[in-house]
Structure formats: C-alpha cells, structure tokens
Nanobody, 119 residues
Framework: QVQLVESGGGLVQPGGSLRLSCAAS????????MGWYRQAPGKQRELVAV???????NYADSVAGRFTISRDNAKNTVYLQMNSLKPEDTAVYYC?????????????WGQGTQVTVSS
C-alpha cells in the first residue's frame, strides 16, 4: 500500500521558516523523482520543487533561493526547507512521487499539509 505522509505545516509569520517532511512507504523510494507542489485557494496546483532519483533539482522561480528540497533515501523521506516565507507562499503543500518509463507511469500524492504565512 503506497503512502505519502506530509508533516511540518502550520502558521508562521512573514520572514519565518518551516520544514516540511514527506515520509514514503509502499514503493521503491530511491528510484522515484520526488516533488513538492502547492495549491492556494482559487488557484491551480503548481510545482514548487523537484528532486530526481539521481539528485538533480529544480525550483519554481518564485521560491528559488528561499526553499531547499532534499531527500534521504535511507529514511524514504523528502524534505522542503522553506525560509523567508511570504504571505503568497500560503497554500496546501503536497508531496508527489513519480516514476516514468516508456511504457509505464506511476504518480502518487500525499494528502497535503497547510502552510499559512500571516502576521
């Protein structure tokens, strides 16, 4: 049974920091690309950051320089360190696991964790 369980969300003041974690189980974590997405009220879900199975990383322009994605294959966990948070970072943050080959695609999602940036 595949599970992605996010934690670490909450309420933080502008300029503050949060660290999100996503604990994975039920699949071979190390071969999956792992990503964080977010969805604000009334907006589409958007990519925040992704780390490939080989460790290459990409960030959305809006978070580059403030957020850091990392993974620990020994713990089957992916992290998102968020610094210098802004009110526009307020959203539900979702963990994603993706494995794509020429003939098959697996795409798993967590339940989401709320991040609210407000004074």
């Amino acid at each position: 049974q595949v599970q992605l369980v996010e934690s670490g969300g909450g309420l933080v003041q502008p300029g503050g920091s949060l660290r999100l974690s996503c604990a994975a189980s039920g699949f071979t974590f190390r071969i999956y690309d792992m990503g964080w997405y977010r969805q604000a009220p009334g907006k589409q879900r958007e990519l925040v950051a992704v780390i490939s199975s080989e460790g290459s990383i990409n960030y959305a322009d809006s978070v580059a320089g403030r957020f850091t994605i990392s993974r620990d294959n020994a713990k089957n966990t992916v992290y998102l360190q968020m610094n210098s948070l802004k009110p526009e970072d307020t959203a539900v943050y979702y963990c994603n696991a993706r494995w794509v080959t020429l003939i098959k695609r697996n795409d798993y999602w967590g339940q989401g964790t709320q991040v609210t940036v407000s004074s």
